[in-house]
């Protein structure tokens, strides 16, 4: 069974970090591309980072230069570092291995 778990997520204030984490189980991880995806209220789902199983890596415009996607194929887990945190970040993150996904975590960014 495929399972992927997120964690991390929370309130943070604007120009704070966070650092969110999916551990996956039920398949071979490091055989697939993970990506991260976020979701705001009233708005589509879109994709933020993926990273290859070797750590190529694509990230979205809106968060080059503030988020960072890595790996550790040893211990199945994907990996999304938040800095330089806005408002706008605020939504629901999803982990997805391009057939299953995660149960999300949820980001606020406010004072």
């Known amino acids: 069974q495929v399972q992927l778990v997120e964690s991390g997520g929370g309130l943070v204030q604007p120009g704070g970090s966070l650092r969110l984490s999916c551990v996956a189980s039920g398949f071979s991880f490091s055989d697939y591309v993970m990506a991260w995806h976020r979701q705001a209220p009233g708005k589509r789902r879109e994709l933020v980072a993926t990273i290859t199983s070797r750590g190529m890596t694509v990230y979205s415009n809106s968060i080059k230069g503030r988020f960072t996607i890595s790996r550790d194929n040893a211990k199945n887990t994907v990996t999304l570092q938040m800095n330089s945190l806005k408002a706008e970040d605020s939504a629901d993150y999803y982990c997805?291995?391009?057939?299953?996904w995660g149960q999300g975590t949820q980001v606020t960014v406010s004072s």
């Open positions: 997805t291995n391009g057939a299953a």
